[in-house]
């Protein structure tokens, strides 16, 4: 059984930092695409970061997380983070990892998803 869970979500005030983890479970993580999704309030989920984890190890961030955001792999212990600086209040929202076979950049429509982890950054 595949499972993803993610850790390390919160309150944050805007220019702070949080690092998220994800834990995963029933798959071959070191030849999947590895990313980070978030869903805002009222929006669709959009990716955020990918890693084309096995592959050439090619990183993806959406436009305003390059730079911001770091995605990185433990392929020991099978878990993906997120570290996220300089946070803003519009990425508040929940953050999915998610995994799939095909290379990034995310996508909506990948097969193996978390439960999401809430992030709220205060004004």
């Known amino acids: 059984e595949v499972e993803f869970v993610e850790s390390g979500g919160g309150l944050v005030q805007a220019g702070g930092s949080l690092k998220l983890s994800c834990t995963t479970s029933g798959f071959t993580f070191d030849n999947h695409a590895i990313g980070w999704f978030r869903q805002a309030p009222g929006k669709e989920r959009e990716g955020v970061a990918c890693?084309?984890?096995?592959?050439?190890?090619?990183?993806y961030y959406e436009g305003s997380a390059e730079g911001q955001f770091t995605i990185s792999v433990d392929n020991a212990k099978n878990m993906v983070y997120l570290q996220m600086n300089s946070l803003k209040p519009e990425e508040t929202g929940v953050y999915y990892c998610?995994?799939?076979?095909?290379?990034?950049?995310?996508?909506?429509?990948?097969?193996?998803w978390g439960q999401g982890i809430q992030v709220t950054v205060s004004p």
């Open positions: 890693i084309n984890n096995g592959d050439d190890g090619f990183t």
């Open positions: 998610a995994a799939d076979q095909v290379l990034c950049p995310p996508r909506a429509d990948w097969d193996y």
